[in-house]
């Protein structure tokens, strides 16, 4: 039976290029989904007219009892998970001083809180089936921090730190924990910048340009075939942040 991969926040951006990705290479993909119902569905016709076949599931990741059913779902039908894929998130543009602490609760707990939980449930599967991959989706801010993306800046850092410090604990069950870092990659995520901040920032960038979701899925793509790294934060981000 081909890998069995768990996308969350596979609807849009990021997530949905993974999905296509991993569906036309033919892997086993289930692609979480909350509130973009639409979306999600129109991704699975799109890879139904190309002859392939993929779950669509909903699922707010940010409460545990969901993002249980959302692996008791993949079980139950495949009977293994090979791949998990931490990637739904939020991000908010707002000044520190301005910050609620419904903001930190919804922010962390999304961003952080889902990647704690998602990998809690599927680990024992893993450890089980001595193999195992998870990949989480950070951000440039995690690594450098971000003016007026505080609460976002702390989540991915979070993440980072998880990511380290469980790669250290399960490398000994033969199963990998990694994290990519992008920098900016043109989806819906940064459409509250304008045409004229888009530009400012590409003059930022080295290489010249924004990143496109590919750029972030063939990074996956490259930690799927890789066996020897683990606890790593990849940056991909066109030189924008070197550290
Ligand atoms: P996006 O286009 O806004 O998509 C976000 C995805 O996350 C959507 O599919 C959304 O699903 C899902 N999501 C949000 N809250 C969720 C929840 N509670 N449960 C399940 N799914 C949820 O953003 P993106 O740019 O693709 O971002 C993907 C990841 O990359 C995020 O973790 C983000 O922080 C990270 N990242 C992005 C950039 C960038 O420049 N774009 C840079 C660095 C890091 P629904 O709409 O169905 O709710």
Redesign the pocket.
């Known amino acids: 039976m081909s890998e069995v991969v768990i996308i ?10 993974i999905a296509k990705r991993l569906a036309i290479k033919g892997l086993t993909v289930v692609a ?6 639409k ?2 569905k129109e991704l699975r016709k799109e890879l139904e007219e190309k002859g392939f076949v993929i779950d669509i599931v ?6 545990r009892e ?1 993002a249980k059913e959302l692996v008791k779902f993949t079980l139950d039908k495949y009977g293994k998970i090979d791949i998990l894929i ?6 908010e543009y707002k000044l520190f001083t301005d910050e609620t602490d419904e903001d930190w609760n919804k922010i962390i ?3 952080l809180y ?1 990647v704690f939980a998602m990998s809690q449930e599927v680990i024992p599967n893993m450890i089980h089936n001595k193999k195992g991959l998870i990949i989480n ?5 995690g690594v450098v921090g971000g003016s007026l993306e505080v609460i ?1 800046s702390v989540s ?1 850092a979070g993440v980072d730190g998880l990511t380290k410090a469980l790669a250290k604990e399960l490398g000994p069950s033969n199963i990998r924990v990694n994290s990519i ?10 459409s509250k910048f304008t045409k004229e901040e888009l530009e400012e920032i590409k003059e930022e960038i080295p290489l010249g340009k924004i ?1 496109d ?1 590919t750029d ?1 899925a063939k990074c996956v793509d490259w930690l799927i075939e890789d066996k020897y790294t683990t606890g790593q934060v990849i940056s991909i981000n066109g030189g924008w942040i070197i550290t």
């Open positions: 969350t926040g596979a609807s849009r951006g990021i997530g949905r290029e979480n989904y909350n509130k973009s119902e979306e999600a909903k699922a707010d990741v940010s409460k969901e931490n990637n739904a998130g939020i991000s707990n999304t961003n889902s989706m950070s951000s440039a801010w976002y991915k870092a992008p920098g900016m990659i043109y989806t819906k995520m940064n990143g979701t972030v």
